[in-house]
């Protein structure tokens, strides 16, 4: 059974910054590609940023270029989002998902096969 479980997300100010981590199990991790989405109320779910399964390809999204990084860790089985220079319209729920094996970078919601539940981040102004 596939689980990713996100953690780190919280309140922060304006200009602030966040480390959102998730930790995934049941899959062979290393093959995966893994992406991080978010979901604002009233919105779709729209693409933050992605890596490859090699870790040594990443794509952002333009909204959040120049200040998200996501990483990972294959011997941890962890993503990583670094996220700085916090504006109020990046608040969201933010969830991890896998897509592959040996999948690219891709963003698109139907290209991944396993979702975490997402955690909260709220950016106040």
């Known amino acids: 059974q596939v689980q990713l479980v996100e953690s780190g997300g919280g309140l922060v100010q304006a200009g602030g910054s966040l480390r959102l981590s998730c930790e995934a199990s049941?899959?062979?991790?290393?093959?995966?590609?893994m992406g991080w989405f978010r979901q604002a109320p009233g919105k779709e779910r729209e693409f933050v940023a992605v890596?490859?399964?090699?870790?040594?390809?990443?794509s952002y999204a333009d909204s959040v270029k120049g200040r998200f990084t996501i990483s990972r860790d294959n011997a941890k089985n962890r993503v990583n989002l670094q996220m700085n220079s916090l504006k109020p319209e990046d608040t969201a729920v933010y969830s991890c998902a896998a897509a592959g094996p040996w999948a690219g970078t891709p963003s698109r919601v139907l290209e991944y096969e396993y979702w975490g539940q997402g955690t909260q981040v709220t950016v106040s102004s």
């Open positions: 049941g899959l062979i991790f290393s093959r995966y590609s």
């Open positions: 890596i490859r399964w090699s870790g040594g390809v990443t």
